[in-house]
């Protein structure tokens, strides 16, 4: 299977079957890894203090395919994950601002662009983790490829083997403009009324345009 991937990330790492190679790369890299298969080494994508990273969909509703996307600079990082995982994440990241935070933050400008180019998925996202880090006051989410067991593998960055992962670390505002964005994006799938416009509740629908209940 070839497979092209071009990413630019504060810190790639990757570990080969003839050695290892590994260090902090303070400006961004270009990396574009053409061929990918049982021998792909591990791969980090740890990317600090993203540009944007939002939630976004390709596709028309009813068959819509949700990522999440990291940009910083040229470098642009995608993984595919399910709705559930959109809503999830919006939720517990929500929870985290709450628990964290003072007050709440106004979030920078809404952003409802589409998701950028280029957009290739670096994997499926099985399961994610969700961090307050106090000493910079920011939010760490990472996502794993799906795995069989499904749950998060907790292994050292240094370490040879292990699962790919993709590591965000961004503002409290950030998160909270992913939250308002992610919750929008699932909204926007949902079925509307064709009389009123309404979103049509699972429990049915009342509608003030023709003071039916619909269901
Ligand atoms: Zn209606």
Redesign the pocket.
């Known amino acids: 299977m070839v497979w092209a991937l071009t990413v630019t990330v504060d810190r790639l790492e990757h570990w080969g079957t003839t050695g290892s190679e590994s260090g902090h790369i303070s400006d961004p890299v270009l990396c574009v890894a053409v061929r990918y298969d049982e021998r792909m080494p591990r791969r980090l994508f740890i990317i600090d203090a993203p540009d944007r990273f939002v939630p976004g969909t390709i596709g028309e509703p009813g068959a819509r395919t949700f990522f999440l996307q990291a940009r910083k600079g040229e470098a642009v990082v995608s993984v595919a994950l399910e709705k559930a995982q959109v809503a999830i994440l919006a939720e517990r990241l929500s929870e985290l601002l709450e628990a964290v935070l003072e007050q709440p933050v106004a979030g920078p400008a809404p952003d409802d662009r589409p998701l950028d180019e280029p957009l290739i998925d670096l994997f499926r996202v099985g399961p994610m983790a969700l961090a307050w880090d106090a000493d910079s006051g920011r939010v760490v989410i990472e996502a794993q490829p799906v795995n069989d067991g499904g749950d998060y593998v907790e292994v050292p960055d240094e370490a040879e083997e292990g699962p790919d992962l993709v590591r965000v670390r961004i503002e409290p505002a950030q998160a909270s403009e992913f939250v308002r964005r992610a919750e929008a994006l699932i909204e926007a799938g949902r079925p509307t ?1 064709p ?4 979103v049509l509740e699972a429990s049915g ?1 009342f ?4 003071k039916a209940h ?1 269901n």
């Open positions: 009324c009389f009123c416009g309404e629908h509608c003030a345009l023709t619909l």
